[in-house]
């Protein structure tokens, strides 16, 4: 199984925005790189390497001060750019006396972070996901952390025939998932999958009593965030839309919004971030907190397989993997985070 690169140049979760409340500086590892972010007492959003210069200290045990950030050990401050301002007891600044900054952005309820080159970090590339405040759904939220690389993660979103197998105790799927692959296409930085399920009777989450068409669809986008979306629609609605995009003001009932994010972390594991709830014209907070169950039950299954499947990796030589015909969006999603990656290495190759 080949090693996985993943995209630099690109906003990564870091977490949940309402858990970082002001000056209560927060520790994070993204790609292997800790992380300190904090908010100040006037809201603006900081993050830089979490050490300290002096003796390696973590300055997420730091303390704030205006938009400075204090370690805690010996005392040096550092302002947002990561430079030392003071050192206690010594007049004479080093010029190398400097940590790494980090752009960082709070958006769609999400601390992002951009893990590539700062003068690259356009925040016009961080995805649309739907935040907890949208005034459109009712969502709930939560995270998962995986003993397991992110990539193996990512590989189980873009492939959904193992809603059949995985989650048939959870999401009800039926053995349609696994017999006909979506239809996948690519998007810029990502793919995105659509599926309709013509004369169905719904899902564990809302049972119908009459046939109907469902349909979902979801971007999988640079660096591993799902945005996904579907509903449920009069029979013959599938045909009528040439199985295309839906007019969702005609759907009759379930339809929903997810957003998740995968955020490799260091070495073998990763931080799994998602939200989910009913759109306010078809659900209210009881419907929230059904899906919500659900996804708690999916999403532990989910851990189990993958986390097992990590095992075995590791303990297999050398181990190859054998594609099927549901492998479209995970072979493409791969292709282009590896071109991305290639690209990145050779820029920095060039700029050396």
Not at 179 to 189: F, K, L, M, S, Y
Request: glycine share 8%.
């Amino acid at each position: 199984m080949p090693v996985m690169s993943y995209v630099r140049n690109a906003w990564y979760v870091a977490g949940w925005s309402q858990d970082l409340a002001a000056e209560k500086p927060f520790a994070i590892t993204v790609l292997g790189e800790r992380i300190v972010i904090w908010r100040t007492a006037a809201g603006n959003l900081h993050a830089l390497e979490d050490r300290c210069v002096h003796r390696l200290a973590p300055l997420s045990l730091g303390r704030c001060e205006g938009e400075r950030l204090r370690c805690m050990y010996h005392g040096l401050l550092f302002d947002p750019d990561g430079k030392v301002a003071e050192i206690p007891g010594q007049e004479l600044i080093p010029a190398r006396a400097q940590v790494r900054r980090y752009p960082v952005a709070d958006r769609h309820s999400w601390l992002w972070v951009w893990m590539g080159d700062p003068a690259l970090a356009d925040q016009g590339l961080i995805p649309a996901a739907v935040g907890l405040d949208h005034p459109d759904y009712i969502l709930g939220h939560g995270q998962l952390d995986y003993a397991a690389e992110a990539r193996l993660i990512n590989d189980n979103l873009l492939d959904f025939s193992h809603l059949t197998f995985v989650h048939a105790e959870s999401f009800g799927a039926g053995p349609q998932f696994a017999a006909t692959p979506g239809r996948i296409t690519p998007i810029e930085r990502g793919i995105r999958y659509e599926r309709w399920t013509e004369n169905s009777m719904g899902s564990s989450s809302r049972r119908s009593e009459v046939p109907m068409d469902s349909f979902m669809s979801y971007d999988f986008v640079i660096p591993g965030i799902l945005l996904m979306t579907g509903g449920v629609f009069p029979l013959g609605t599938a045909k009528a839309c040439d199985y295309g995009q839906p007019d969702y003001s005609k759907a009759v009932s379930g339809v929903t919004f997810t957003s998740q994010a995968v955020t490799p972390m260091e070495g073998k594991t990763a931080r799994y971030f998602f939200s989910w709830g009913p759109h306010r014209n078809h659900g209210d907070e009881a419907q929230r907190d059904l899906l919500m169950g659900i996804a708690a039950k999916a999403f532990a299954e989910d851990k189990t397989m993958i986390e097992a499947q990590q095992r075995v990796i590791d303990d297999t030589p050398n181990p190859q993997v054998m594609p099927t015909a549901h492998d479209r969006g995970v072979t493409l999603f791969n292709r282009l985070v590896e071109k991305l990656a290639r690209e990145e290495q050779r820029e920095q190759s060039e700029a050396a």
